[in-house]
């Protein structure tokens, strides 16, 4: 069967997915030409994961078609996604790192590598060479693949991926899910040159972060933005700054982050003083925050901001530094000294790090402050009661009630709830919040937003490592860039006085 | 140590002794290692072996009934195993229930069985093949050891150069990438779980033609002891490392202690304590390399 060179290799078309809480796709529209680098870009939460991963056949979306060389299909798995020719390199490496790289390439389709259950080492090593003579590497199939570096693993996966091509008679479609975040600048030549190589024979998906590099390796960009298509572009001639305006929409007439709010911020003594913070990825780290500050990090994938964040939380060894608070030393060698120095975290991993699923939202609000609810050593019911109603209220929580499990909540009220964690004791001086608004739909964090600057109003210290650049710039009122372990610069970020992007993307690469 | 300790641990007579005295406990880590291999764990040994035991002393020659059924009663012993080794299994993927509860309730089983077949009369068997099995020997060591050494190797076949072997590797290390890849998981969980049952009902044969009996109480203490040898052979509870070759080291190592501690005139009764403590100082000293601070240990 031959398909005319004008049909798209991969074509989709009002795809819908919901979420509980939250809309992750709301008719995407998606054109892959044949042999076209499409790059796909859009913020965190705009619905490129799952976008990809409904077109690997990991979500089932609720609504809306996808169509392969013009044909409808139905994927329904990632082996679905594979006879009809799409496979896709994921972000969080998807290798058995305990086994050889050639059996990781022929994983799960071993062919004549494997006869009636026995091995064939050498028919194994053969198969394996022929997919990584595809992209030119020069890997040895029978290492294992823990010993590889990030770099070769990844051309493994590549390798891996391309065996999709046995089970279609197609040019395949490789989609790679922001395969350069792991790699150094001369890896991602390497990466670059091999995309290009991909292009001859097939189609390719190229979904990253960074603009620069989305420009510099696809031949078209298409933009996504709370899970719809609002554009694309030609990357010739485009800029990194016209796909920016693009992904962030026109957020400055609204207010979004409800910079007419935020706090003035006390001089003097400040309320966090961090001095010489070293860990095992970060050193040297100095910060101070005053009362009533929202002070934002940014920096890429590896630049040891989460690191630091968490270390401040002493959940991360830190090898040498001091940390102070209000003028007094103390010692966080452990989450617990922390949390009674007024310190409080949000963790980026809501769903595992930051709430007890299946308990209820009243358990999950006083979990670190158990005297809010307590006399002496029982549970009070009406002191539990009377405290987590009114936090629900002041917090406009939309809950069934204090005692339904938190999982059954969206998600902007479960993040309302572990933000309530902190509050209910009353001695909060210093909050750290990584990824606070990390899934969460425009409205639930416009309202995080509207929190973090009433807390910051009543004169709690605010760390924030933002989702994106944009809410680290619209949030904070000043911003550290960090670097490869250790912060590069200082931004002042007034209202109305705020950096662009772009200057601090030239510090963060 | 114990050499200095003892001039009888010194002995030619007291190496067969240890090595004899492995063959056993060889058999059912080998079965055990695969289990450990893919994460999972198998406490089901002890039950297997009682059954197995039982079935096969009443299938040969035997004081009980008037079968004699030679090694077709052995095959029907491991088939048996083999087959508890699937009921784990098949628990396990079908009903979710946790491998270590899943193995409990088959070595549960395993043991009601047993004792529905011993029936108050403890059948002694005059099988002698079977007898012979733990008499006589070939090149020093008795034919026991040989099996088990048979077992070891095959063992290492299966790890290196089978699907089944690979892919216990493959779901200890990474599960998740299995199922990505569209690779079935189910059916070679089950399958290696029958494996390891297989080798339990081999290592319940082996028990009774030591004893020249079927004894319910045939693989009391083996389970334990089996995983404590497979770890400090070096393979990881957590799976995807180690394997039977390393398990066959700490085979030899376990009981090399056990029979050291014996000849510098331990009391046995201390035996079982130390036994405890070297697998729990084992598996800390296998994870302190990977130790993170605020890790959840379950």
Redesign the interface.
């Known amino acids: 069967m031959s398909v005319p060179a004008s049909t798209p290799a991969l074509e989709v078309r009002g795809l819908v997915k919901h979420y509980p809480g939250v809309k992750a796709l709301d008719g995407v529209d998606l054109v892959v030409r044949q042999h076209e680098v499409l790059g796909l870009v859009g913020e965190n939460g705009a619905g490129k994961s799952t976008l990809l991963k409904a077109l690997v056949g990991?979500v089932v979306p609720d609504a809306g078609e996808i169509r392969v060389r013009g044909e409808a299909v139905k994927l329904r798995?990632?082996?679905d996604a594979?006879d009809h020719g799409i496979g896709m390199v994921?972000q969080e490496q998807?290798?058995?790192?305990?086994?050889t790289a050639a059996?990781n390439i022929l994983?799960?389709?071993?062919g004549p590598g494997?006869r009636r259950?026995?091995?064939r080492?050498d028919a194994m090593r053969r198969l394996a060479q022929e997919q990584l003579d595809k992209i030119g590497s020069n890997i040895d199939p029978l290492v294992r693949t823990d010993a590889l570096s990030f770099a070769d693993r990844q051309m493994v996966e590549i390798a891996?991926v391309l065996r999709i091509e046995q089970r279609s008679q197609h040019p395949p479609v490789i989609v790679l899910d922001e395969p350069t975040s792991v790699l150094e600048s001369k890896e991602i030549e390497t990466l670059f040159a091999q995309i290009r190589r991909l292009r001859e024979f097939a189609s390719v998906v190229f979904v990253s972060h960074r603009l620069d590099e989305v420009l510099e390796v696809c031949d078209r960009v298409a933009v996504l933005r709370n899970g719809q298509s609002v554009g694309e572009v030609a990357a010739a001639g485009a800029v990194p700054r016209e796909l920016h305006r693009m992904m962030i929409g026109s957020t400055g007439s609204d207010d979004h982050y409800h910079e007419n709010a935020a706090a003035v911020v006390e001089s003097g003594q400040p309320r966090l003083a961090v001095r010489g913070l070293s860990g095992t990825s970060f050193q040297d780290v100095n910060l101070d925050v005053a009362a009533g500050e929202i002070v934002a990090i940014v920096g890429v994938h590896g630049s040891g901001r989460e690191d630091v964040c968490r270390a401040l939380f002493g959940?991360?060894?830190v090898t040498a530094g001091e940390i102070w608070m209000d003028g007094k030393k103390i010692d966080i060698s452990g989450?617990r000294a922390a949390c009674a120095a007024g310190i409080g975290y949000v963790p980026a991993e809501r769903k595992t790090e930051g709430m007890v699923g299946p308990m209820s939202v009243a358990e999950n609000m006083t979990l670190a402050k158990q005297r809010a609810r307590c006399a002496g050593p029982f549970v009070a019911p009406g002191k539990q009661a009377t405290v987590v109603d009114r936090w629900i209220d002041r917090l406009s929580i939309r809950t069934p009630g204090r005692d339904t499990p938190i999982q059954r909540l969206s998600g902007g009220n479960q993040q309302k709830v572990v933000l309530a964690r902190w509050l209910v004791g009353g001695d909060i001086r210093l909050l750290l919040l990584d990824h606070p608004t990390r899934g969460l739909d425009i409205g639930a964090r416009s309202e995080v937003y509207r929190l973090m600057r009433e807390l910051a109003a009543s004169g709690v210290a605010t760390v924030l490592l933002a989702d994106s650049l944009e809410e680290a710039i619209g949030m904070a009122d000043r911003i550290l860039v960090m670097n490869d372990g250790r912060v590069v610069s200082e931004v002042g970020c007034p209202a109305g006085g705020k950096p662009s992007p772009l200057d601090l993307v030239k510090e963060m690469v | 140590m114990f050499a200095v300790l003892s001039p009888r641990f010194r002995s030619i007579e007291n190496v067969q002794n240890m090595v004899d005295a492995a063959a056993v406990l060889a058999v059912v880590t080998c079965g055990i290692t695969f289990v450990l291999l893919m994460g999972s764990i198998d406490l089901s040994a002890a039950g297997v072996m009682g059954a197995s035991a039982l079935t096969v002393s009443l299938l040969v020659a035997n004081n009980r009934n008037d079968n004699d059924l030679g090694l077709l009663g052995i095959g029907v012993a491991v088939l048996l195993g083999c087959a508890f080794g699937c009921l784990s299994g098949l628990a396990l993927v079908l009903l979710k229930v946790p491998s270590f509860m899943a193995t409990l309730g088959v070595s549960a089983v395993g043991l009601g069985v047993a004792t529905l077949m011993f029936a108050g009369v403890q059948p002694n068997i005059s099988d002698a093949m079977l007898k012979g099995w733990a008499i006589e020997r070939f090149l020093g060591l008795s034919y026991l050891t040989w099996i088990a050494a048979t077992c070891v190797l095959v063992g290492w076949l299966l790890q290196?150069?089978?699907?089944?072997g690979?892919y216990a590797?493959?779901i200890?290390?990474?599960e998740?990438?299995?199922?990505?890849?569209?690779?079935r998981v189910k059916p070679y969980k089950v399958a290696v779980f029958a494996v390891a049952g297989a080798f339990y009902g081999l290592a319940g044969v082996m028990v009774t033609s030591q004893l020249g009996a079927g004894l319910v109480q045939a693989g009391s203490g083996y389970d334990f002891s089996a995983i404590t040898a497979a770890v400090v052979g070096g393979t990881l509870l957590t799976g995807?490392?180690g394997g039977v070759l390393h398990s066959a080291v700490g085979v030899l190592l376990v009981v090399v202690l056990t029979n050291g501690l014996v000849q510098i005139g331990v009391s046995p009764y201390w035996q079982g304590g130390v036994e405890g403590l070297i697998v729990v100082a084992a598996v800390a000293a296998a994870v302190i390399p990977q130790r993170r601070?605020?890790q959840v240990v379950k």
Do not use: C, Q
């Not at chain 1, 998807?94 to 086994?99: I, Y």
């Not at chain 2, 290196?160 to 089944?164: A, W």
């Open positions: 990991l798995s990632v082996v594979a994921f998807s290798l058995v790192p305990n086994l059996e994983l799960g389709g071993e494997v259950g026995v091995y080492w891996k959940a991360e060894p989450t | 290196r150069y089978t699907r089944l690979r590797f493959a200890g290390g990474a998740e990438v299995l199922a990505l890849s569209g690779v995807g490392r601070r605020n």
